[in-house]
């Protein structure tokens, strides 16, 4: 025991080792965060909590964001964890609104990895880099002993610059904006579920992983009127939208026959039990936009290949601050809470 | 089978599964790189093969480097697996004489993973990142299954910022410059692996996990004369000198008996039968500067906490080129070959 040990006692939580809840976005990755890793690390970047940290570099604002991928199985419908680690740092990278320019790669490979899926893997990443448009250009290699590590974990970390001033963030949304998806949920997290459950449904669920940053760009170039992006992927929809009203202290009103969803998606779903609005997505994201832009906005995003199934799915209240309900079909209100673990881990 | 495996096949190498080697930063390294990494990811700054990459952000010169870290155990003689994780970056970030500003970090966890560990860890974190002066701004966590993944990984990917012009690459030794190392070698990997093999010494091995970027600020302040400068971490510093010479195609010529190396270090050495050149050290550099600078650089470094005992261990010579040799106390010359793997992964 040393004196450090003594002069910082472990903070109280409710689990003296990590549960898998505490990986899958919810309120256990909350407390964990909020009560062992912001008190060591404290700042006003990191406290900001959003998915990527907007930084001065030299004068210039830059977006930097961090992603490791675990996802279980490796190959799935619609993609595999190369494309997913590109992919989804590309998209954290972009949702305050920056250009990603650069990303690094990092591997733990599991001894006795076949080399022909690893190359699979690297041939998935180089098309997906190409699509996004973005360079690696820096990379680390780990082996770790036969049974130290499942298959194959990738870290990507992304660069991009901000060549605007907006500061898109949760904490930035007003009273009467309009709440945008891009598209259909649930799609990845399914197609990952039912790969693994060994479940058919006529058509294949397939994930929706995909790089947004040229949704994003088209965008902002026909509005300045964005206040808050996100990607919902784990925890889904669902947890992002809590984020948000959390972080700004203001309701959010979701109209439930709005919500996309493919039909096989939502069979899937009925079958397993499972809220699409809690289920990670791969290539989608959320946009808060003034009233006055929603619609040349919802217009652009249609236009755009991973947009062209963007609705709006509800707004901005000033009524129960903090808290997201949905208006079912009835015109009940419930309350759409966020998830404290989800059931299965390794999605993404 | 797709159409891209159709018109990509694996490339012919000697092994069809990852073997531990595959990560050791020796030879095999070299050659899953060469074979399977850089033909997808072709350009010209991956394709330098430094620790970390130099871009142009908005006109100014960025630094940016990642790296996992996997070592086993996690606890050892003079650190953890947290402090490394900071001071490892910082360190690759500085090698091109980059000031280190911002780091993110990312975990995976394995369901079950003591709380109180962890703790331990994030505040070794917290200390190293204020040691070094640089800022965690943002991060990631994930939880896997409990036999999914040994205990705790951690990335962590820096950025720093060039405040020079100078061009400190592994590609620029010039023939007449001299080789400084700033201490003794071989401190990190002999304390974890005697920690390992439960070995004990009168005086214990510690590791020597270090920031070095305070060294590398003071070495510029007195002298643009550095050509080259590495952390030789993995693989040792054979594999730094090796890299270096084939990198500029220029000979070097180490003197045997200047080499530093503490005598617990090299008593441990001889009883595993290791070359002290071959082990990991993890807060020293190697630094190739001219002929002229080469006395004000050793005193500066003398100076510091982090090189008080640096040393010249030889010199750049146009006889061989892309060999390293040393010079025996008999007299006789030997060359130091890269090393094909290591003996035991997760050294770091």
Do not use: W
Not at 203 to 230: C, E, F, W, Y
């Amino acid at each position: 025991m040393n004196i450090e040990n003594l002069t910082c006692p472990l903070p109280i939580m409710d689990h003296d080792t990590i549960q898998l809840a505490h990986g899958a976005g919810g309120k256990l990755s909350s407390d964990l965060i909020d009560t062992l890793f912001l008190p060591r690390f404290s700042n006003k970047t990191l406290e900001a909590m959003e998915d990527q940290a907007v930084l001065d570099f030299q004068g210039e604002r830059l977006s930097f964001s961090t992603d490791t991928f675990v996802v279980d199985p490796i190959f799935f419908p619609g993609g595999n964890i190369g494309e997913l680690a590109i992919n989804g740092t590309v998209n954290d990278v972009a949702m305050c609104g920056a250009e990603p320019l650069y990303l690094s790669v990092a591997f733990i490979l599991e001894e006795g990895f076949p080399m022909e899926d690893l190359h699979q893997i690297l041939i998935s990443m180089e098309n997906a880099a190409n699509n996004a448009g973005v360079t690696i250009v820096t990379g680390d290699t780990k082996v770790v002993n036969k049974g130290s590590c499942d298959k194959i974990f990738i870290n990507t970390t992304g660069i991009g610059v901000l060549n605007h001033d907006l500061n898109i963030s949760s904490g930035n949304l007003q009273i009467g904006d309009r709440i945008i998806v891009s598209g259909t949920l649930a799609d990845h997290g399914m197609a990952v579920m039912t790969s693994r459950k060994g479940l058919s449904f006529q058509t294949q669920v397939k994930s929706d992983t995909a790089p947004l940053n040229g949704l994003v760009k088209n965008m902002l170039n026909v509005s300045h009127g964005i206040h808050s992006m996100r990607d919902p992927t784990r925890g889904g929809a669902a947890t992002t939208l809590n984020e948000f009203a959390k972080s700004s202290q203001v309701g959010i009103s979701l109209i439930d026959n709005t919500i996309p969803v493919k039909p096989n998606v939502k069979g899937a779903c009925e079958v397993l039990g499972i809220d699409p609005l809690y289920v990670a997505n791969e290539g989608k994201l959320i946009a808060v936009v003034t009233e006055n832009d929603a619609p040349i906005i919802l217009e652009t995003m249609k236009n755009h290949e991973f947009g062209k199934d963007a609705v709006i799915i509800g707004e901005v209240v000033a009524e129960h601050p903090g808290i997201v309900t949905m208006k079912t079909s009835l015109g009940a209100n419930r309350i759409v809470d966020m998830p404290v673990g989800e059931q299965l881990p390794r999605i993404c």
